[in-house]
């Protein structure tokens, strides 16, 4: 059988920021709606909605207070009805974010534990323990939150109960406890819930650490290389563990009674992890009982050089072939840098580049129209790749990072939790401009007598030369990039199967087989000539370039470009 979730071309909706359809500055579901046809236009197959269920939006919706129902800000069930019945009549699905790891602070479960005893039922759906050193007053042990500061809480001073509660991420996120039956059997009905309402799968966050050890012991010092806010996901006893793939078993489990009840019916978990150079963990987690699929960051982080590239196909190729689980690529996403400015760094092709730099950043200068020059290659590989492919709004407006937001204005929990040493994700979460007009906001708003409310993150100068409107006209810009690759996907790419195969055709050249394709990108400054004496290349005639104007010859690559060739 062939599954529509294995090779489709999915884009991301930061419901926040994508479009605004009542003023008041703060995107909605109606927005999603009413501009479907753009995203249709690109090609879809299916839209991926961040959390859009009710939150105090201390993390932007990942601190979920109620998991079977719409964010007021974003509209209601009715209006989720709707969007996912036009999102079907333009022939895409939805699928939808899920937080297993932990929900909100002021999720009932979690007030209901704080107001009962230490020991109750109501602590047992989360990690609560005893503090450690004299009255308690020391963590329980010495975990670190991922976006900064110590993983634990401390309830109240009082000396009868005073335990701490564990949070992977933030203190307004504390962790359930997956070995709990309640906490099993709320995300049982959450999954059917949002299946019943034609939901058609959920991109699974965070993952790596759910499933602790069960005695949550100190976590052994660590190479003093790693950053900070990487620490989390170096600690063996919180991340990759055992305890998570019984998880998965069991959600692998509702999925599929599910499709029993359902025959029609073809869904898709996909879990969001960064195994990066861990191919061994790709398989883990895709094994037949587990994730039908997981995403492969390798090409979102690594180095713009060329070993570090092939590296970053070959290890997701590579998990593909040994488990016949096609990834989920992506080049961007609301948590890193937006691409263009990633790749438009000074230090772009360095190899200590693999690391998480992404979401942080460097300090190195950007350089905006080579990181779009880049942007265009790296999206006609990842284009081109067997698997599925994630777009993040944006990207196909070649939207660079906001990097100057005014501090007072960012609101991303990383950015205060380290004291503003990380600027954290705010700028890849701008709201889009749709239009050249910046009375609406960019068109992120609708025109109104009295003028809109202003975005919830300040839009730069400027912004609406981006502006969709803008572009429409513009032969060489992004979108109609995206456009092109988007139908040479389904023409030459699509039909040669999912399996691809990285070849060696020239030490400077990253370059992969997928059937009768070849897809050459150049990393390098200087064009470099193809040899049409290479086996992979006999025959090969180009059918597309991400550099349109300057394909001299057939037979030369020019600097940072990929180039699709049919044989
Ligand atoms: C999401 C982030 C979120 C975190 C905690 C992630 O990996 O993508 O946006 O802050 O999980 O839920």
């Not at 601190?63 to 007021?72: E, F, K």
């Not at 992977?168 to 999954?191: K, S, W, Y």
């Not at 006609?380 to 660079?400: I, N, T």
């Not at 809109?452 to 100068?461: F, K």
Request: charged share 25%.
């Amino acid at each position: 059988m062939t599954h529509w979730w294995a090779d489709a071309l999915v884009y991301q909706v930061y419901v926040r920021s994508f479009a605004d359809s009542d003023g008041n500055g703060i995107g909605d579901l109606d927005g999603i709606t009413e501009h479907l046809d753009h995203i249709a236009a690109l090609g879809a197959d299916a839209l991926w909605l961040n959390p859009c269920y009710p939150s105090p939006q201390h993390d932007h919706g990942y601190d979920v207070s109620d998991y079977t129902a719409i964010h007021d800000e974003y509209g209601t069930l009715d209006t989720f009805d709707r969007l996912v019945a036009e999102a079907k009549a333009r022939g895409m699905a939805v699928v939808m974010d899920v937080v297993p790891n932990h929900c909100s602070s002021e999720h009932p479960w979690f007030l209901a534990a704080l107001a009962a005893a230490p020991g109750s039922p109501e602590r047992a759906r989360f990690y609560f323990r005893d503090g450690r050193g004299p009255g308690g007053t020391e963590p329980p042990n010495n975990w670190m939150a991922a976006f900064g500061g110590p993983a634990w809480t401390r309830v109240d001073d009082d000396p009868d109960d005073g335990q701490w509660y564990l949070g992977t991420f933030t203190p307004h996120q504390p962790d359930f406890d997956h070995t709990n039956p309640d906490v099993q059997q709320l995300f049982a009905d959450a999954l059917r819930f949002w299946f019943d309402r034609g939901v058609e799968g959920f991109r699974v966050d965070a993952i790596t650490p759910v499933g602790k050890h069960p005695e949550l012991p100190d976590q052994p010092p660590i190479d003093h290389a790693v950053r900070e806010l990487g620490a989390t996901w170096e600690n063996p006893h919180l991340a990759w563990r055992e305890e998570g793939n019984d998880v998965w078993r069991r959600w692998r489990e509702v999925l599929v009674e599910y499709e029993r009840e359902h025959p029609d019916r073809d869904l898709v978990l996909v879990g969001e992890a960064y195994a990066v150079g861990r191919p061994d963990l790709l398989t883990r987690f895709t094994r037949p009982d587990q994730f039908r699929q997981l995403f492969a960051f390798d090409l979102m982080l690594a180095p713009w050089n060329q070993r570090n590239l092939v590296q970053a196909l070959r290890d997701p190729l590579g998990a593909l072939d040994a488990s016949g689980v096609a990834p989920a690529w992506t080049l961007n996403n609301h948590d890193v840098q937006r691409v263009v400015t990633r790749l438009g760094r000074a230090d772009a092709h360095l190899p200590e580049r693999w690391t998480n730099s992404a979401i942080d950043g460097t300090d190195a200068p950007v350089d905006v129209a080579l990181g779009t020059r880049r942007a265009r290659a790296a999206a006609a590989l990842a284009f081109a790749l067997p698997g599925s492919l994630y777009l993040y709004q944006g990207e196909e407006l070649g939207l660079p990072e906001v990097l100057d937001l005014p501090d007072d204005r960012r609101e991303d929990p990383v950015f205060a939790l380290t004291d503003g040493a990380v600027i954290g994700r705010d700028g890849c979460r701008v709201p889009l401009p749709w239009t050249a007009d910046p009375s609406t906001s960019y068109g992120f708003s609708p025109a109104a007598p009295g003028g809109v409310a202003a975005p919830w993150l300040p839009q730069p100068d400027g912004w609406g030369e981006y502006a969709l409107e803008t572009q429409l006209d513009l032969p060489d810009s992004m979108l109609q990039l995206y456009g092109e690759l988007s139908s040479a996907r389904r023409e030459h790419a699509l039909p040669q199967g999912l399996r691809a195969t990285v070849v060696d055709i020239d030490d400077r050249l990253v370059a992969f087989v997928r059937g009768d394709l070849v897809v050459v990108l150049n990393p390098t400054a200087e064009p470099v000539a193809l040899d049409p004496a290479h086996d992979a290349l006999a025959g090969a005639r180009p059918i597309l370039s991400s550099a349109p104007g300057e394909m001299h010859t057939p037979t030369v690559v020019p600097a940072d470009t990929t180039v699709w060739l049919i044989r």
